[in-house]
T-cell receptor, first 117, second 106 residues
Framework: GAVVSQHPSRVICKSGTSVKIECRSLDFQATTMFWYRQFPKQSLMLMATSNEGSKATYEQGVEKDKFLINHASLTLSTLTVTSAHPEDSSFYIC?????????????FGEGSWLTVV | AQRVTQPEKLLSVFKGAPVELKCNYSYSGSPELFWYVQYSRQRLQLLLRHISRESIKGFTADLNKGETSFHLKKPFAQEEDSAMYYCALNTDKLIFGTGTRLQVFP
């Protein structure tokens, strides 16, 4: 089946620095990618919807200046956590929708653990 | 408002027992619903979708528009079914419920 890859799988950064997480669809084109955040033992919280070639759509309460999303190609979206703080430590998951139809299957990356120290 | 509710955080059963994981949704349009599963230390993966009306790993789920439910069922649970299960509603984005942890004891 289709594969979505995230990199890095684990990252530790110092408070105040920025960190970038990549999400790639390896064998399909993804017009739309989604970024989620998951706290321990909690559900996935949608942060933003990333559309190739246009600005991301952020969910209410998500700071777009803090969580910069770029979807420059049909196979790559990046999430940059700027000026990271310990409370940003979390599990970040991306997903990608195959093709452009809203009914198409969505595939998930393996997730990235971010620890801000 | 678009919302998915999974009322049970944890469901524990013995092997061979029937399982039903509840999911209710709120959506004004025509719903498209999914069940996703996350095994320990693995990525989230699609278990089944209501439009395909298929049985995966012995699990089935029927969309009941009258009750706005999409409960996941399996007649005989197996130990390897132990995982987190998420119900999700697809609009222009995928909205997840809070998840139910299924524990199947031997």
């Amino acid at each position: 089946g289709a594969v979505v890859s995230q990199h890095p799988s684990r990252v530790i950064c110092k408070s105040g620095t920025s960190v970038k997480i990549e999400c790639r669809s390896l064998d399909f084109q993804a017009t739309t990618m989604f970024w989620y955040r998951q706290f321990p033992k909690q559900s996935l919280m949608l942060m933003a919807t990333s559309n190739e070639g246009s600005k991301a759509t952020y969910e209410q309460g998500v700071e777009k200046d803090k969580f910069l999303i770029n979807h420059a190609s049909l196979t790559l979206s990046t999430l940059t956590v700027t000026s990271a703080h310990p409370e940003d430590s979390s599990f970040y998951i991306c997903s990608a929708r195959e093709g452009s139809s809203s009914g198409n299957t969505i595939y998930f990356g393996e997730g990235s653990w971010l620890t801000v120290v | 408002a678009q919302r998915v509710t999974q009322p049970e955080k944890l469901l524990s059963v013995f092997k061979g027992a029937p399982v039903e994981l509840k999911c209710n949704y709120s959506y004004s349009g025509s719903p498209e619903l999914f069940w996703y599963v996350q095994y320990s230390r693995q990525r989230l993966q699609l278990l089944l979708r209501h439009i395909s009306r298929e049985s995966i790993k012995g699990f089935t789920a029927d969309l009941n528009k009258g009750e706005t439910s999409f409960h996941l069922k399996k007649p005989f649970a197996q130990e390897e079914d132990s995982a987190m299960y998420y119900c999700a509603l697809n609009t222009d984005k995928l909205i997840f419920g809070t998840g139910t942890r299924l524990q199947v004891f031997p």
